[in-house]
Nanobody
Framework: VQLQASGGGLVQAGGSLRLSCAAPRMITSVYNSYEMAWYRQAPGKERESVASITFRGATNYSDSVKGRFTISRDNSKKTVYLQMNSLKSEDTSVYYC????????WGQGTLVTVSS
């Protein structure tokens, strides 16, 4: 599974970012069989799950982002998104996408830095 996350950057607290994660080399029927998720890892901390979404669009969020982040997917484009609003300094992390549960191979994440 090769997943390419993008869209990170530097943003002020209270701002918004939209992350994207594409799986261009995955066969569409295979991609559609997977539940997809966003994960993040802050410096010195373990990687944690942020949000997940099934093929049919059922979502789940960690308590720390519930009400602020929205996960979505476009199955025709084999892409999953993470809309992040009302960002806080504690959201600063490298964000990754992967299947849920995650495969052993992690793609390159995208860094989100929230300045207070």
């Amino acid at each position: 599974v090769q997943l390419q996350a993008s869209g990170g950057g530097l943003v002020q607290a209270g701002g918004s970012l939209r992350l994207s994660c594409a799986a261009p080399r995955m066969i569409t029927s295979v991609y559609n069989s997977y539940e997809m998720a966003w994960y993040r890892q802050a410096p010195g901390k373990e990687r944690e799950s942020v949000a997940s979404i099934t093929f049919r669009g059922a979502t789940n969020y960690s308590d720390s982002v519930k009400g602020r982040f929205t996960i979505s997917r476009d199955n025709s484009k084999k892409t999953v998104y993470l809309q992040m609003n009302s960002l806080k300094s504690e959201d600063t992390s490298v964000y990754y996408c992967n299947t849920n549960p995650p495969s052993k191979k992690w793609g390159q994440g995208t860094l989100v830095t929230v300045s207070s």
